[in-house]
């Protein structure tokens, strides 16, 4: 069974930046694809970021060049460092784990989320 914990949430102002960490247990985590998630109130939950486990990436349109993704196997830990905040990036955070069937990611672990506010 994997578990993770998502860290790092908080009050940042417009424009500042914050760093999310997802703690994962488990053995099997360089295996996985690694993915944060967001919901804003009264929102679906969008997809955000995605890391391989061969390092690739890919994010939403509404976050590039503004947030990165990245993991450390070793730390079992994968991060998503957000710079330029905006309001609008006000959400539970999500970290999820994923597996790819047929060229579609598919989460099967979820963590509990970190609140992230933008507000100035």
């Known amino acids: 069974q994997v578990q993770l914990v998502e860290s790092g949430g908080g009050l940042v102002q417009p424009g500042g930046s914050l760093r999310l960490s997802c703690a994962a247990s488990g053995s099997i985590f360089s295996i996985y694809a690694m993915g944060w998630y967001r919901q804003a109130p009264g929102k679906q939950r969008e997809f955000v970021a995605r890391?391989?486990?061969?390092?690739?990436?890919n994010y939403v349109n509404s976050v590039k060049g503004r947030f990165t993704i990245s993991r450390d196997n070793a730390k079992n830990t994968v991060y998503l460092q957000m710079n330029s905040l905006k309001p609008e990036d006000t959400a539970v955070y999500y970290c999820?784990?994923?597996?790819?069937?047929?060229?579609?990611?598919?989460?099967?672990?979820w963590g509990q989320g970190t609140r992230v506010t933008v507000s100035s």
């Open positions: 890391i391989t486990s061969s390092g690739s990436t």
């Open positions: 999820s784990a994923d597996r790819q069937y047929s060229g579609v990611y598919y989460s099967d672990y």
